[in-house]
């Protein structure tokens, strides 16, 4: 299976294994490039933005209610399937909002994750980010092979893949256990100036819903970091 196109925004292919696609049949994801991004540590509009996002939240969700809600049971579902505990690693827009419910604030990393944090909060979709420049060629969603080591944003140790997990590739190295953690060496950062999102589907979660995220995440990033479609 391939990833293609989602209008105008996607040029990259993401190559899905056939065994995923035999398992899971209605894993869907979407693939955005943006070239020329200007990210910065702080804005001061995005923390309005943020504010303002983090009211609504506190406003409509009950946080005893959350994992029931359909989307975020969807990703919870799935992450047992891949060998994932959700109680214990939640779905990452689901964990943004109980943060948020807790009484702490959206974690301020750079202009670029703030943006497309605020986006997973808004459509529940988790989102992975990459680094263009840091990619080699097209990327493969796989199951993990046993042994597999993947070094994750702000892990010091390897983690240890058992060979049930769903990890996304290039042509030399791991970028991500799907769909709830990016790799350190293809990491977002102020030096980035072309980006990659992966919008992650699971089972139970439809094409259009995946479609809406990928506007909301496209309109986040290029309000507050510029950058247009790659072509």
């Known amino acids: 299976m391939y990833v293609q196109s989602h209008g105008e925004h996607i040029v990259m292919i993401l190559k899905i294994d056939s065994e995923i696609s035999t398992r899971f049949p209605d894993v869907n994801a979407l693939m955005i490039q943006i070239k020329g991004v200007k990210i910065h540590k702080i804005d001061n509009e995005l923390e309005k933005a943020k504010f303002e996002v983090m009211k609504q939240v506190r406003s409509e969700y009950n946080i005893n209610l959350l994992k029931d809600l359909k989307t975020f049971r969807a990703y919870r579902d799935f992450f047992w399937k891949i060998g994932i505990d959700p109680t214990k690693i939640r779905p990452a827009a689901e964990a943004l909002i109980r943060r948020i419910l807790a009484g702490k604030t959206i974690p301020r990393i ?22 263009t420049d840091k990619l080699d060629a097209d990327l493969f969603m796989r199951f993990a092979e046993e042994g597999e080591q993947f070094y994750g944003i702000g892990m010091e140790k390897p983690l240890i893949l058992k060979g049930i997990e769903i990890v996304i590739s290039d042509n030399e190295k791991l970028i991500a256990v799907y769909p709830y953690r ?5 990491k977002v950062t102020e030096k980035t100036k072309n980006i990659t999102i992966i919008v992650c589907g699971v089972p139970g979660i439809s094409k259009e819903i995946l479609s809406d995220a990928s506007r909301v995440v496209f309109e986040y990033v290029t309000t507050f970091c510029s950058g247009i479609l790659s072509e």
């Open 110 to 131: 750079n202009t670029l994750v703030d943006a497309y944090n605020l986006a997973s909060i808004k459509s529940g979709i988790a989102l992975a980010t990459f680094d």
């Open 182 to 186: 990016d790799a350190k060496n293809t």
